[in-house]
Structure formats: C-alpha cells, structure tokens
C-alpha cells in the first residue's frame, strides 16, 4: 500500500459487522496507514466489534446512541481528550423501522418518518458539528447514500427522503467548514449485501437487478466503497467537497435495462 492516510487518525460510526461498508472503509483506510476509533451502540454490537477493531490495531471502542446528546458529548470529549485532534470522520449510520420499508411511501407514519431523519440525517450534522471543532488543521468528513435519494427504489420508502436530506446536508456542510479547511462528501454505492440493506424488502432481486443491468454489470464490493473514501480522506481528495460520489458500477447513468432484461 501506499500508505495514503499514515499520520492520519479518524473516527469510524456504524460498524455492524463484518459486511458492513463501514468495515470495507475502516479497513481500506488501517490498510493506508490511518489510526482508528470506532463507536458501536450497545452492548451486542460492541462484542461483534471489538475483534474487528483489534485486527486493525484499534481499541479504542466507545458506545454512542446519536439520538442521546450525552452520549455524543462523552465520545467526542473522550476523543479531544486522548488525542486532541482529528483528520477525518466516516458516518456510516442510518435506520428505519422495518415493517416501513415495504409497500407503500404514502403509509409512512410520523413517528417513523421523524425517527428516520434524526438519526440517518440530523445525526450527520450533528457529528460534524462535533468532529469539526477537533480538526483546527482541516480534516474530511464522510457520510454514505443511496441512489433511492433522487430515483425512486421499490421499498425504500422514507429512507428515500431520509438520503435526499442527507445529501442536501453535505452541501451545505460543506460550504459552512469550507473556510476552515474541512472536506464534506457522501459515498454513493450501489444496493450492498449488508445487515442495514437486508432489512428492506425485495433487497435481493434489487442487488440482481443492478448487478445485470449496471454498465460493469457488478455491484460496487466493499473494497471499491473503502477505496473512494481513502481518495477522499487523504491528500489527493483536498479539493473534493459537497460531493455525491457514486460507486455503483454506473448503473446511476441508466435510463433503462439493458435490452436482454427489458
């Protein structure tokens, strides 16, 4: 490797399993050299983690609910107190409840359409509020999309709307950190084969159907996804900003399935 991130250190939120895209960025940036955090919410989560941290030579391991201001405030002054600083953040957090991810968008309630964007949405800006008082020197802050923000996706619903704010927010972001150096961009891959994607109904035949009609004709791989937010973390990423970059095998460019599926 190149050791793109060396000297670096950053925080990593939403570390599921293994499969999770969280874990192909943490991964790919350790590999670039980069010192980690991660934070997990609860207890059973946190055991999944803690060997996965170990294995990139991490233990430092804090438990946040994004939805408890204490709970934001512990972590982030655990972090300013032993190491001052950071160069990067990596936002890999989003829910709603699962009966709601199926049939109709019109059916959505209101207590889970106001749970939804507080923590896939409000969460981000509050982290970055957060991260960016630890990064006097500049830094990136990093959050994850989905192509159902802007072309509507059977079943995903409200999470739809949930990406849409999402990705206005790190426009905006990045225009207000943008005088002090800080970078704010959103990973776009295509559907993955994750804990968070298994949860929306029909995640199967929609992974199917980008994997035969995308122009590569492959979903986007864990490595692919931790590759683009190694770009964007290290120096080469330094005049990258408000982005929405799509890892998705082009499938985003169709208009169309390609003739042998239509």
């Known amino acids: ?64 609910d994004v939805t408890d201001e204490a709970s934001l405030d512990t972590a982030f002054d655990r972090l300013k107190s032993e190491w001052g600083s950071i160069d990067f953040l990596v936002h890999a957090i989003a829910f709603s409840d699962k009966n709601e991810l199926s049939g109709r968008f019109i059916n959505t309630s209101k207590a889970n359409f106001q749970n ?16 960016s008082e630890l990064m006097p020197n500049g830094g990136t802050l990093l959050t994850l999309t989905y ?44 559907p993955m084969k994750t804990l968070a994607g298994a949860a929306i109904a029909g995640a199967r035949n929609t992974y199917r159907q980008t994997e035969q009609n995308a122009p590569l004709r492959s979903n986007a791989t864990l490595e692919s996804v931790g590759g683009t937010a190694v770009y964007l973390a290290s120096d080469y990423g330094a005049y990258t900003s408000g982005e929405i970059v799509r890892v998705d095998g082009g499938y985003h460019v169709l208009g169309m399935p390609q003739p042998e599926h239509l």
């Open 1 to 64: 490797m190149a050791e793109l991130l060396k000297g670096k250190r950053g925080l990593v939120m939403g570390v599921a399993n293994e499969r999770s895209i969280a874990w192909g960025i943490a991964k790919a940036m350790a590999e670039e050299g980069a010192e980690l955090a991660f934070t997990y919410q609860g207890e059973a989560f946190g055991k999944r983690l803690e060997p996965l941290a170990a294995s990139v030579g991490s233990s430092f391991l804090v438990d946040v």
């Open 116 to 131: 939804s964007l507080t923590i896939s949405c409000f969460s981000f800006i509050d982290v970055a509020r957060r991260a």
């Open 147 to 190: 192509q159902g923000s802007n072309r509507v996706t059977p079943n995903y619903n409200v999470m739809g709307v949930a990406k849409a704010a999402l990705e206005s927010a790190v426009r905006y972001l990045a225009n207000d950190l943008g005088p002090q150096g800080i970078r704010v961009n959103a990973i776009s891959p295509g």
